[in-house]
């Protein structure tokens, strides 16, 4: 499929998964980050017409990831009547939480509490407008390395690109025009304070995981596996305790 028809398909599914639902709702809701998922993401959502709301939702923040989240919502909204923007700090609330969970510490859980903030934010504002959380992961960091925050990024109502590569994802934001410094910044999950990018934290970049996820004679490939293990029990269905019919 070509990367056009691709963004069309993405964008008829989206909008009618939402037409199909029973309570039909109004808007659909997602975060914009400043990285490129998110903001082809919100892209697909404008284009199918139906209300949608972008929230940027800082934390502790990198100035240069806000600057680019705030860009981009300005070309959303130059671009699409139906959008909706907010920009909601949450600075304060986290730093109550580590206050609270100061006997807990740790900083890879905090981290993770900073996408679970967000998730929690996401779903306010999408209750409080009839709405659903669209989820912005792709191919490779969901189901390939599984590169998410378990209920945080990791919890939505749909996830309209999560069957496309990283690549696949740079193609439909340039055939889109989505901002070039969105699309050539390093990939980053934005929960860290010293701002660490994705390639950092991995230790591959993702081309080199899409070629080890392709052919298990890469030379990426051990190193794919050792990533991937760990977060396996993100990428299955929770277990769960099945009773036996008595003979």
Known sequence: MNTEKRIKFITSWIKDYAEKLSFKPPSLVIGVSGGV?????????????????????????NQNQH??????????????????????????????????????????????????????????????????????GNKVEDFGIGFYTKYGDGG?????????????????????????????AKPTDGLWDDSRNDEDQIGLSYEQIEEAMNNSKSKYYKKYLETRKPNLHKMVPIPICVFKEDN
């Not at 998922?37 to 923040?61: E, F, H, N, W, Y």
């Not at 860009?71 to 730093?95: M, P, Q, R, Y």
């Not at 749909?158 to 934001?173: F, G, L, R, Y």
């Open 37 to 61: 998922d998110s903001a082809l993401t919100s892209t697909l959502c404008a284009q199918t017409g139906i209300k949608t709301i972008v929230l940027s939702m800082p934390i502790r923040q």
């Open 67 to 136: 600057s680019l989240s705030i860009k981009h919502i300005k070309w959303l909204k130059e671009k699409f009547s139906n959008v909706e923007a907010h920009t909601i700090g949450l600075d304060s609330v986290f730093e109550k939480f580590q206050e609270t969970m100061v006997d807990f510490n740790s900083d890879l859980a905090f981290a993770n509490s900073r996408s679970r903030l967000r998730m929690i934010t996401l779903y306010q504002v999408a209750q409080s407008n009839k709405g659903i959380v669209v989820g912005t």
């Open 156 to 184: 939505v109502d749909i996830s309209p690109i999560a069957d496309c590569t990283k690549t696949q994802v740079w193609e439909m934001a340039k055939k889109l025009s989505i901002i070039s410094e969105i699309i050539e």
